[in-house]
């Protein structure tokens, strides 16, 4: 029998980083391919059991849980110096303060900077075991501005937004939440590594692109928007809010940021003329995660467009708005977005 029948019979012939690999192609076709268990175990000539503990492992740890996990006997080549050093550096920084160009952490970003700074060479793998070790997983990070002012945060939330909620009440008004973004927005993406349970956080610049969509959102569930090709100004948003006002049954009280066409004249005379029907409070500067709506275009950008083939501008804006429609129908959805540990303080 030839080496290369041998691995074709006996799976456990098969080199650690090959079988790595081979774990999550099995695993990827079952969960996002569609493919049955018993069609991948008749594929790749394990048993049923070795499957099932594969997708055990990714149900547990993701894709990382299926990396080849050595006997811990085995003498550690990372020592608790290093481990330490790796720990403070992914909690503490991140990759821009070593040079690169993201600022989320990647296992290969750490093993070279492991490398660089105490001379050994491991595997990715090998990073990936140690941090699990020390108890820090892959997760979404959470962002938050340098520019933000804490006091003024607290003042919001403490004070501001309980008299916007007796107003709407005395006012028998509606609250929403005002956001734009637009295709040609470098979005925050990706994950990183921090403590299990933790939502790490990454200190990032207010620096932004213009955008071409507005949407609004409210607690009970309702999504407007509107989609433009150019970029938005006062007037073009004095327009939005129109449109928006004649679905309205009662006043709106409307939370927004602070870009520039939000305070402009075209805006500030179209609310002082129509208070009766329309307020507009401003959300503490650079917060972002004070905001629902910000869950909007997330939505539609990641879970959406995300997924998406999009090979034209024309093609782009037909799917933007198929995606939008979609989501103004899933109400339940749009409620989820004012569950978030940073937007329930709406409910309180």
Request: charged share 30%.
């Amino acid at each position: 029998m030839s080496h290369k029948e041998a691995w074709f019979d006996d799976a456990r012939k098969i080199p650690d980083l090959a079988m790595d690999y081979i774990r999550k192609i099995a695993v990827r076709a079952i969960k996002e391919k569609g493919y049955s268990p018993e069609e991948i175990f008749d594929i790749f000539g394990v048993s049923r059991s070795c499957i099932y503990d594969w997708l055990g492992k990714y149900k547990e740890n993701g894709y990382p849980g299926l990396e080849t996990q050595f006997p811990p006997g085995m003498e550690p080549k990372v020592t608790p110096e290093m481990d330490h050093w790796l720990k403070n550096v992914v909690l503490t920084k991140t990759p821009e303060d070593f040079g690169y160009d993201q600022n989320t952490w990647d296992r290969g970003i750490l093993a070279t900077l492991l490398e660089k700074t105490f001379g050994l060479h491991v595997t990715e793998a090998t990073i990936g075991n140690h941090l699990r070790q020390m108890d820090l997983t892959v997760q979404a990070p959470e962002y938050h501005f340098i520019e933000q002012d804490a006091g003024q945060v607290d003042h919001f939330l403490k004070d501001t937004f309980p008299r916007i909620k007796r107003l709407a009440e005395k006012m028998g008004a509606d609250i929403g939440f005002e956001d734009e973004a637009g295709v040609d927005l470098k979005g925050h993406s990706g994950r990183t590594w921090g403590h299990r349970g933790q939502t790490p956080i990454i200190r990032v610049t207010n620096k932004r692109g213009r955008f071409n969509v507005l949407s609004i959102i409210t607690p009970d569930g309702k999504l407007r928007f509107s989609l433009e090709e150019k970029p938005i100004d006062g007037e073009r948003f004095v327009d939005f809010l129109k449109q928006v006002l004649k679905l309205q049954e009662r006043p709106l009280i409307l939370l927004l940021d602070r870009v520039s066409f939000h305070t402009s004249k075209p805006v500030r005379e179209f609310v002082r003329s129509h208070r009766e029907k329309i307020r507009i409070y401003f959300l503490p500067k650079c917060s972002p995660e004070l905001n629902p709506d910000e869950q909007v275009w997330n939505e539609v950008k990641n879970n959406r467009l995300g997924r998406k083939t999009i090979k034209t501008k024309q093609e782009l804006k037909k799917k933007l708005s198929s995606a939008l429609h979609s989501l103004q129908q899933n109400v339940e959805r749009i409620m989820s977005f004012f569950d978030l540990p940073n937007t329930q303080y709406v409910g309180a």
